[in-house]
């Protein structure tokens, strides 16, 4: 997933933020964003363009937590926003502890705890918005079978 590049939608008046400054940091957010930009549903989105405080169990600081997307959907029972996430599916699940602990491992539990204390915050700011807030992996993105 480390491709990244500029996004230029087919329907730039759906986007709410500066459509010249739309970019993909991999491949799968680019597929989300083609979706978004085309799908009916979607009447309105915007890519990394708010930011939610989160305090990181690494330092104990507060941070800027920097959402993929915000979107206001059509629904049969009325428009809904969301803020959608697009992560690996190994990203979303707590590392087994491996027989030696190796740098890789203590690299994976430091990524899992930063995400979950983010999405936590993310919730919590979206419960008192009245929005939903999602996490995207491949399963969702693709269809695949994780």
Not at 108 to 120: L, Y
Request: with cysteine; proline share 6%; hydrophobic share 35%.
């Amino acid at each position: 997933m480390a491709y990244s590049g500029r996004f230029i939608p087919i329907n730039p008046k759906k986007y709410t933020g500066d459509v010249n400054k739309i970019f993909f940091r991999s491949l799968w957010e680019r597929s989300v964003m083609v979706r978004l930009d085309t799908w009916d549903a979607v009447l309105e989105w915007c890519s990394e363009e708010i930011w939610i405080p989160y305090k990181s169990p690494i330092d104990n600081k507060m941070h800027h937590y920097y959402p993929d997307f915000e979107v206001l959907l059509k629904t049969p029972s009325g428009n809904k926003k969301a803020i959608l996430e697009v992560k690996p599916y190994k990203q979303t699940i707590e590392p087994k502890k491996p027989k030696k602990v190796t740098k890789r491992y203590i690299g994976e539990v430091m990524e899992f705890g930063k995400n979950q204390a983010k999405w936590s915050y993310a919730r919590a700011w979206c419960a008192n918005k009245g929005m939903e807030f999602i996490v995207l992996t491949e399963k969702e993105i693709f269809g695949k079978k994780v």
